[in-house]
T-cell receptor, first 115, second 108 residues
Framework: DTGVSQNPRHKITKRGQNVTFRCDPI?????LYWYRQTLGQGPEFLTY????????KSRLLSDRFSAERPKGSFSTLEIQRTEQGDSAMYLC?????????????FGQGTRLTVV | RKEVEQDPGPFNVPEGATVAFNCTYS??????FFWYRQDCRKEPKLLMS???SGNEDGRFTAQLNRASQYISLLIRDSKLSDSATYLC?????????FGSGTKLNVKP
């Protein structure tokens, strides 16, 4: 399977714990995005990378959230001191950088439940 | 104001019906437009890009009206398997902005 891969698929954690998610993009894609989706809403932008550089972060991304893409390949999203409001589907997407009509391809997501 | 707005539906239609969804976007400088399909508890999947001249892919037709800043999706001869949430997506300034989705239920 050469699509975007995310793991774990599901994570249940207790409030206050730290969690880390991993995303492996499509190999030739230099752009990688993290989104968060809650029930009944569309995905909301969190952050994106071009190669290893994190170029933009949403105001949704509090200081408890950090993302890295150290070698410009896979990325990790860490949430520290999780809160119940962090429960959501975390989606990773990747795309090429070829200007207009560049579509994004999504991984299957990591569903986080904070209890 | 949200970047992308869609009617959440649901649209309940019989098999074989034609159904149309619209969405509006707020940033006139937006560069690219897409429709994605999302099944329950699954990831969004690209359905089609939307080009300025309009484009068709089988039973699906997408149109873009830049002057009015809206995008449409027409589905002809609806199938049961078309039941899903359809997300309108706008790409600008290196980010993809999603609408909240329009839910379609196709009934036998």
């Amino acid at each position: 399977d050469t699509g975007v891969s995310q793991n774990p698929r599901h994570k249940i954690t207790k409030r206050g714990q730290n969690v880390t998610f991993r995303c492996d993009p499509i190999s030739e894609h230099n752009r990688l995005y993290w989104y968060r989706q809650t029930l009944g809403q569309g995905p909301e932008f969190l952050t994106y990378f071009q190669n290893e550089a994190q170029l933009e972060k949403s105001r949704l991304l509090s200081d408890r959230f950090s993302a890295e893409r150290p070698k410009g390949s896979f990325s990790t999203l860490e949430i520290q001191r999780t809160e119940q409001g962090d429960s959501a589907m975390y989606l990773c997407a990747s795309s090429e950088n070829r200007g207009v009509n560049t579509e994004a391809f999504f991984g299957q997501g990591t569903r986080l439940t904070v209890v | 104001r949200k970047e992308v707005e869609q009617d959440p539906g649901p649209f309940n239609v019989p098999e074989g019906a034609t159904v149309a969804f619209n969405c509006t976007y707020s940033n006139s400088a937006s560069q690219s437009f897409f429709w994605y399909r999302q099944d329950c508890r699954k990831e969004p999947k690209l359905l089609m890009s939307v080009y300025s001249s309009g484009n068709e892919d089988g039973r699906f037709t997408a149109q873009l009206n830049r002057a009015s800043q809206y995008i449409s999706l027409l589905i002809r001869d609806s199938k049961l398997s078309d039941s899903a949430t359809y997300l309108c997506v706008v790409h600008n300034f290196n980010k993809f902005y999603f609408g909240s989705g329009t839910k379609l239920n196709v009934k036998p």
